[in-house]
């Protein structure tokens, strides 16, 4: 089985880990035979800075835009390159907005320029030698880059084995296909069955998103499971307590809100 991959190579043996995998996983063993080989595409871009600069353009809309607007980011800089961080911190607000970036990313993509000029942000070269959770720690330090951007940069960029993305709603739907289950599992739930995949948890989460190209239409039946009516209760009591609590002078109060993807 050969791997078609870009031109950089995959920093472990995919071979060893489909051997791996199909020997400890029989469902995942018959999924990996039906969808053969491993075509796991490494991102080529110049730096974390750039990767994740690209990242905030995709999330909360279609490819096909995110693609478009990231085109006009990048010809901001000289020489038909993406803008250095210095360059993107100069250009206007007005230039932001008018190719295609709301205010909340106008903000985000100057706070990635200004870590990335402090150091925060690491070279690319500085974060291939750190560990996952480093990465996760640094970068989610970045205003709108979450665990799961941080994830994806993982897997895509530097090619790390062992990642699970427990909250991606399409490893999450894969897995319920592939184990016959009626409902998407809990983060929780994925996380712990996820532990028998190790050290190659990311090729089993990319069989996963396989798994539901594969479903089709079928997989749109697979949902998520609804809350207990004990869940609907807490859920209640603290909406109750956070509505005291503001009408209180807002003390200690915080507003939940999801990691940006």
């Known amino acids: 089985m050969n791997a078609a991959t870009s031109s950089i190579p ?13 020997r400890i996983d029989k469902p995942l063993a018959a999924l990996i035979e039906r969808v053969g080989a491993f075509q796991f595409k490494l991102d080529e871009c110049d730096s974390v800075y750039e990767s994740l600069l690209e990242a905030i353009m995709h999330q909360s809309i279609a490819g096909k835009a995110a693609q478009a607007i990231f085109a006009r980011i990048k010809a901001l800089g000289t020489n038909g390159s993406c803008p250095t961080p210095g360059e993107l911190l100069r250009v206007p607000t007005r230039t932001l907005r ?16 200004q870590k990335t000029i402090d150091g925060v942000v690491p070279t690319l070269e500085a ?3 750190m560990s996952d959770q480093e990465l996760v720690d640094r970068l989610t330090s970045v205003r ?9 940069f993982l897997i895509f960029r530097l090619g790390r084995p062992d990642v699970l993305p427990i909250h ?11 184990y016959r289950k009626q409902r998407i599992p809990k983060p929780k739930e994925l996380l712990q069955f996820g532990e028998r995949w190790r050290p190659y948890r990311t090729v089993a989460s990319w069989y996963m998103w396989r798994a539901v190209q594969l479903a089709g239409r079928d997989a749109r039946k697979i949902t998520k499971s609804k809350p207990s009516r004990k869940a609907h209760r807490e859920r209640a009591r603290q909406t109750e307590k956070g509505l005291q609590a503001r009408q209180a002078g807002g003390r200690g109060y915080r507003r939940r809100s999801r990691a940006a993807k």
């Open 10 to 22: 995959l920093p472990f043996d995919h071979l060893e880990a489909h051997a791996h995998l199909t």
């Open 98 to 113: 008018h190719c295609g970036l709301s205010n909340a990313k106008v903000a985000a993509v100057r706070d990635l320029a």
């Open 127 to 129: 974060a291939e030698r």
């Open 144 to 152: 709108g880059i979450g665990v799961w951007t941080v994830e994806m």
């Open 168 to 178: 991606d709603y399409g490893v999450q739907k894969g897995y319920a296909i592939t």
